[in-house]
């Protein structure tokens, strides 16, 4: 154990630190959250805030292992048997509790009752779990979804899905008979009849599944600044879920730009976000997304610097975001995913998070982010050169650039009306230019633009790679039309 790295992660999901063995109930509720979700440490004798190593004096210990087993086995249910050992770093002692996720769930304070004693870990808090979490979690020990339960007292002509079925042929050629159905898990038999299950509910289109799942939809915005306060453009999407995923990611397209870059003779055409890596992340919102959770649904927010995709439900327990170039697989909806995979909407198992990292190495200048926001999952894809000033001070500071430039009179502007839209190399631009190699003047004139923010490299952390190209900021791209207007 290298506790000198242990010691410099934020406390979360997965992690705990007490300075002094904590109150019975606390240290009793952390370890029921930690069985219930995705296991985690517990570090007795490291204080949190600010974070050091205090310290259990060596011959207290024993006591306090005792005192610890003692506690999880008399005050929680079902048995959770963790691993306690004990530690050193330079003669400091310290223990260390490791709690395993568990199978038996739910876990619960036996004084509470499974009812109100059941609790669930949130970021790096502990959170008492209502009847909606609690039957998750009931679902999970029987290794049961919830898009696989049934829809009683209604048949399966109670719904429509026949846009579904269209779809599901589009895309595979197959009908989707009652055959079919049943093979896919959409229809079950129960007591001789055949019912339909939730995730056949879901597929239906609106006006069918409205009265189960009306938050079964994904709310899309494109937000005037960097916050909600002001809307350009919304929309919700509430077709079947066979189809949400493609449509949010359209409303995305249209609000975000796309320019060109110049390799060799040829001129491609690149978006200013990832957007494969966005499509990707939209799909397992709607494909992982905890359908049990009643009053949320998906949210696609556009801002002036990033995409920002919000589902319901934390990420399941073995996923770790933090990885993403591992083949990482577990599956939430073990009726829905199946047919996604099928349709061709998602890729092979565990290969969704490789497809986002893969493609984000050629956007350097955004940044990956991901959170867990109470039981939401989030992701975001954020500028990083993005600079944020108020619009009538930025207005000024770039209408005195423009009003050096045009009494210098250097290749200032030539240079920003030559980039564009576009993505450029230092040749390239010499080359638009007419000039024969690159001058040093034109050398200096990119290096003044770097510095004011107008230009930014595609490869900000490797200034001298042969492929490196300039854009325009969002100030650049201001300038250039405020030049446009004189």
């Known amino acids: 154990m290298k506790i000198k790295e242990i010691i410099q992660q934020p406390e979360g999901r997965r992690l705990e630190f007490k300075e002094v063995l904590p109150t019975v109930s606390d240290l009793a509720k952390t370890i029921v959250a930690f069985a219930n979700d995705a296991g985690g440490e517990i570090f007795i004798g490291i204080r949190n805030e600010p974070r050091e190593l205090i310290g259990i004096p060596e ?3 024993m006591n306090v292992e005792e005192r610890i087993s003692n506690l999880i086995h008399d005050h929680c249910y079902p048995v959770i048997v963790p691993d306690i050992s004990f530690h050193g770093d330079e003669g400091i002692h310290f223990i260390r509790i490791q709690v395993f996720r568990g199978s038996n769930f739910p876990y619960y304070l036996k004084i509470k009752g499974k009812l109100e004693g059941t609790y669930i870990r949130v970021g790096s808090s502990n959170r008492q779990a209502d009847a909606e979490i609690i039957a998750e979690l009931e679902r999970q020990k029987r290794n049961i979804s919830f898009d696989s339960e049934l829809i009683h007292d209604l048949t399966p002509s109670d719904f429509s899905i026949e846009p579904f079925k269209a779809f599901f042929r589009e895309k595979t050629n197959e009908t989707l008979d009652e055959i079919a159905l049943k093979k ?6 129960y007591h001789g009849k055949w019912l339909p299950t939730n995730a056949f509910v879901l597929f239906s289109d609106y006006a069918s599944r409205k009265e189960f799942f009306p938050y079964a939809k994904i709310e899309c915005a494109r937000f005037k600044g960097t916050t909600s306060e002001e809307f350009i453009d919304q929309k919700t ?25 110049v390799k060799g003779v040829y001129t491609q055409g690149r978006w200013e976000y990832p957007v494969v890596a966005i499509r990707e992340a939209i799909r397992n919102a709607v494909v992982h997304r905890d359908y049990s959770l009643t009053g949320k649904d998906i949210k696609v927010a556009i801002y002036d610097d990033m995409v920002e995709i919000t589902s319901p439900g934390k990420l399941m327990p073995s996923i770790d ?17 199946p047919i996604f995979k099928k349709m061709g909407i998602i890729d092979q198992w565990g290969n969704g998070l490789k497809l986002i990292a893969d493609e984000m190495k050629a956007y350097p200048d955004i940044e990956f982010r991901w959170s867990e926001k109470g039981l939401q999952f989030q992701v975001q894809f954020s500028k990083r050169d993005f600079i944020l000033l108020p619009q009538q001070e930025l207005q000024q500071e ?9 009494q210098q009179n250097t290749l200032y502007s030539l240079v920003l009306k030559t980039i564009g839209e576009k993505t450029l190399t230092t040749k390239a631009i010499s080359e638009a230019l007419g000039q024969k190699e690159i001058s040093g003047q034109l050398s200096k004139v990119i290096k003044v633009l770097l510095n004011d923010k107008l230009l930014v490299r595609t490869m900000p952390d490797k200034p001298n790679h042969p492929d490196q190209s300039l854009k325009l900021t969002q100030t650049g791209a201001l300038f250039l039309k405020l030049m446009g207007s004189r």
């Open 59 to 61: 011959e207290e210990l």
């Open 184 to 189: 896919l898990g959409l229809l079950k038999e």
């Open 237 to 261: 999407l509430d077709e079947g879920i066979a189809i949400q995923a493609e449509a949010a990611y359209e409303f995305i397209l249209r609000h975000i730009n796309k320019g060109a870059t």
């Open 321 to 337: 975001f933090s990885d993403l170039e591992a083949r990482q697989s577990d599956i939430r909806n073990k009726v829905i995913a």
């Open 398 to 406: 770039l209408q005195q650039k423009l009003q050096q430039e045009l």
